[in-house]
């Protein structure tokens, strides 16, 4: 049962490793229009992903989410079952303390 299981954590991060090194080549073309993408994490063949810089806001984020970042990655690990993008929660309850 150990064995399964140093298999299976090798397996993933295997496809973490990939996951990263596709969005290390998608980073120059997001990063020229000034944004930035980070990984998060994969679970369950999903990867969860982090946009950043000019993309939070931008209204051509979903194309660029769906039809490059999404499109890419699971044309290149076709057992990835999705792409999300995570967004931070800021919590603003402060700013109008007095």
Request: glycine residues 6%; charged residues 25%.
């Amino acid at each position: 049962m150990s064995e399964l299981l140093e298999t299976n954590e090798k397996i993933t991060d295997e496809r973490i490793d990939h996951v990263k090194k596709i969005i290390s080549h998608l980073r120059p073309y997001i990063m020229g229009d000034g944004g930035d993408i980070e990984f998060v994490s994969l679970e369950d063949d999903i990867v969860y992903v982090r946009l950043l810089g000019a993309c939070v806001g931008c209204s051509l984020i979903d194309v660029t989410l769906n039809n490059g970042i999404k499109n890419w990655i699971m044309e290149e690990i076709p057992t990835i079952t999705d792409v999300i993008m995570v967004q931070d929660t800021v919590d603003n309850s402060d700013l109008f303390s007095f």
